[in-house]
């Protein structure tokens, strides 16, 4: 089993949509939990950054972390053509100092116009 | 703030030579920076960690005769891929840890390597 598992997608949704992507983990020691969202050729941006289970809210993404089921999401509202791109979700065990992160797959998401 | 520059963004070489990638934080100190290879439709698989002033620590199964990594400053690392074949063409990104008040890594654009 790896140790964060996603699911690669592709999903398409139409603009507007709520969309809901998600990640689960075997190891519980990791602690600290981000998305990042890469386009295509490009690099990956830090969207969300999240210590402790519950919610974090930023403008149209919500970060949701459920220690104790291992499960992460990112909730992106009132979808937007301009969000079509893979999203990573990546997680450590520590937050602090030369920490390696773990990353997902990546979900490519396409919202359609 | 929390810039990482990386180049070349694309790059083609031919089998057999060697290809430098740079990766430079322009407005911070970075005393860590990791190296990370993409293959298409794949997560980032972390090549090797590499510390300011010694000598980087590589992931299992990662050469490190092959993947020359090089952190002299605390502004640039460089990672050359030696002696390159077909098989070393992949998407090749770096990272670098900020200081403070920021949380997670901010990564350079990438390198698309190509070997023909």
């Known amino acids: 089993q790896k140790e964060v598992e996603q699911d690669p997608g592709p999903l398409s949704v139409p603009e507007g949509a709520i969309v809901s992507l998600n990640c689960t983990y075997s190891?519980?020691?990791?602690?600290?939990f981000m998305w990042y969202r890469q386009y295509s050729r490009k690099g990956p941006e830090l969207l969300m950054y999240?210590?402790?289970?519950g919610n974090k809210e930023d403008g149209r993404f919500t970060a949701q972390v459920d220690k104790s089921s291992k499960y992460i999401s990112l909730f992106i509202r009132d979808s937007q053509p301009s969000d079509s791109a893979t999203y990573l979700c990546a997680m450590s065990v520590s937050g602090a100092g030369s920490y390696q992160l773990t990353f997902g797959k990546g979900t490519k998401l396409s919202v359609i116009p | 703030g929390a810039v990482v520059s990386q180049h070349p963004s694309r790059v083609i070489c031919k089998s057999g030579t060697s290809v430098k990638i740079e990766c430079r934080s322009l407005?911070?100190?970075?005393?860590?920076m990791f190296w990370y290879r993409q293959f298409p439709k794949q997560s980032l698989m972390l090549m090797a960690t590499s510390n300011e002033g010694s000598k980087a620590t590589y992931e299992q199964g990662v050469e490190k005769d092959k993947f020359l990594i090089n952190h002299a400053s605390l502004t640039l690392s460089t990672l050359t891929v030696t002696s390159a074949h077909p098989e070393d063409s992949s998407f090749y990104i770096c990272?670098?840890?900020?200081?403070?008040?920021?949380?997670?890594?901010?990564f350079g654009s990438g390198t698309r390597l190509t070997v023909v």
């Open positions: 407005d911070f100190q970075a005393t860590t």
């Open positions: 990272s670098a840890s900020v200081p403070t008040g920021y949380y997670g890594y901010t």
């Open positions: 999240t210590y402790s289970s």
């Open positions: 190891n519980s020691a990791f602690q600290y």
